[in-house]
Structures are given as structure tokens and as C-alpha cells.
């Protein structure tokens, strides 16, 4: 299982710095804020995104007593 983790986590990471560089390619001037912006606009990013910070919650958090 800890395997599969930190290949999901490293598969998130390269995906990432795959759009990022797409991206830059595009407009080379853009800032982070407008990387963001403009990698946020696709449909499959935000639910990819959600689906993240769902599994680091679940699994961070789910645990914590309070």
C-alpha cells in the first residue's frame, strides 16, 4: 500500500510539472498566480485537485483525536 502511495504522489507531481511546463511553452512571461489560473481552468485539473486535498485530509486528518 505504501507503495502504491508514493507512486500516486509521485505520478500527481510529474503530471504537475508536465502542465506546468505546457504552460510555460505557451506564454513564457506568465507569472505563478497566472499558471495557476490557467492550469485551474480545465475541469479535469480541479477535480484532480479536490480529489488530493480529499486523500491528504482523509488521511491525515481522519486519525487526529481532538
Given amino acids: 500500500m505504501t507503495l ?3 507512486a500516486s504522489f509521485g505520478l500527481c ?3 504537475l510539472v508536465l502542465a ?3 504552460i510555460r511553452r505557451a506564454d513564457p512571461d506568465a507569472t505563478v498566480a497566472a499558471l495557476f489560473d490557467r492550469l485551474l ?3 479535469d485539473v480541479r477535480i484532480a ?3 488530493v ?3 491528504l485530509g ?3 486528518l481522519a486519525g ?3
Fill in 20 to 22: 506546468t511546463w505546457r
Fill in 53 to 55: 486535498w480529499w486523500w
Fill in 58 to 60: 482523509w488521511h491525515f
Fill in 41 to 43: 481552468d480545465d475541469r
Fill in 64 to 66: 487526529a483525536t481532538l
Fill in 49 to 51: 485537485v479536490i480529489v
Fill in 4 to 6: 502504491l502511495s508514493i
Fill in 13 to 15: 507531481a510529474a503530471l
